[in-house]
């Protein structure tokens, strides 16, 4: 309770920085009347909503396939994403509304969910079979965007390209609206199955022992989780290394019992990527930086740090 009391602190504080700063800064006189105040007040809160949505989708993940390189965008979410996109952005369905890219990249990360789930049900849903099916259709997806990307016009190349780098310049209330109101449902959810996340992460024979029916916890579990990174690439792209790294930092902080780090992990999440979006605008005041490069800079060495730690201390 007190780790999160004081996340939420940060959180105010990040929230008050991100309206302040950026490519120019605001005095406290304009925060309630410049328009500027209003789209970066937006834009801070899609950076909360969408890291912590990440963050708890990449906990989920790791805990129902039992690998810990598992990340939101594991079951080819990302390259389904990636494809509806690039498809919207080259048919030209961006110039009639604003909605038809945030809209095919959910399509399709949603196509791509639905195969995996299909393929995986005769197997119960067993890790294994969720993996390999969730890296064949990446991989797949992942070829059907490198044509597309090859056919595109140079203008139109570079809209998805930024947009696979990951994009919080773009990120609408309304939609944020949305994935803000299924997040606080997937918290209750997840922490309604905390313990079940807890049997599903010792191994399915463990689980079925404990009382657990895996085959349908694991259908919920995936489909609740798979549903937050969707939302997350509809909203801003694709942000790498925040659903991987957070889970394993609040592992190492807090522990591993799912009942006492579900919200954390949300938190953890949100306010990273608040951070992250922060530096991006200050860092180079010309040209933003994308958010999904940042994360990948600052999550990877970390990343690497935590792995090396935790070799040294299994020797």
């Known amino acids: 309770m007190k780790r999160n009391l004081l996340l939420l602190i940060l959180f105010l504080l990040l929230f008050c920085a991100g309206v302040l700063l950026g490519s120019s800064a605001l005095t406290a006189d304009e925060i ?8 970066r007040a937006v834009r801070i809160l899609g950076a909360f909503v969408i890291g912590g949505s990440l963050a708890l989708s990449g906990l989920v993940f ?13 079951l080819g979410i990302a390259g389904g994403s990636g494809v509806g996109a690039a498809l919207a952005i080259i048919l030209g369905l961006k110039a009639i509304t604003f909605f ?11 196509t791509v969910l639905g195969i995996v789930l299909l393929i995986s049900r005769k197997s119960n849903f067993g890790s294994e079979s969720l993996l390999l099916s969730g890296v064949i259709a990446g991989t797949v997806c992942s070829n059907i965007l490198m044509y597309l990307l090859s056919a595109a016009e140079n203008d139109e190349l570079a809209n ?6 990951g994009d919080l310049q773009s990120v609408d209330l309304p939609l944020l609206s949305f994935q803000a109101v299924y997040a606080c449902f997937a918290l209750l959810l997840l922490q309604f199955f905390s313990n079940e996340i807890n049997a599903v992460s010792l191994g399915d024979e463990q689980a079925f022992y404990l009382g657990v029916n895996v085959k349908k916890m694991n259908f919920i579990l995936i489909v609740t989780a798979a549903l937050l990174s969707a939302g997350t690439v509809a909203l801003a792209g694709i942000i790498s290394f925040c659903g991987l790294i957070i889970p394993h930092i609040v592992r190492r902080l807090h522990g591993s019992d799912h009942r006492k780090i579900i919200l954390t992990t949300f938190l953890y999440g949100g306010c990273f990527l608040m951070l992250c979006d922060i530096i991006s605008r200050i860092i180079f005041a010309e040209r933003e930086l994308p958010i999904g490069v940042l994360t990948a800079l600052i999550g990877g060495p970390v990343f690497l740090i935590i792995l090396c730690r935790r070799n040294k201390y299994n020797a």
């Open 32 to 39: 309630f009347s410049s328009p500027i105040a209003g789209l």
């Open 160 to 165: 998805v390209t930024w947009w696979m780098l």
């Open 62 to 74: 790791q805990a129902v396939l039992k690998n810990l390189l598992a990340e939101p965008f594991t």
């Open 100 to 110: 038809a890219v945030p809209f095919a990249a959910l399509l399709g990360a949603l």
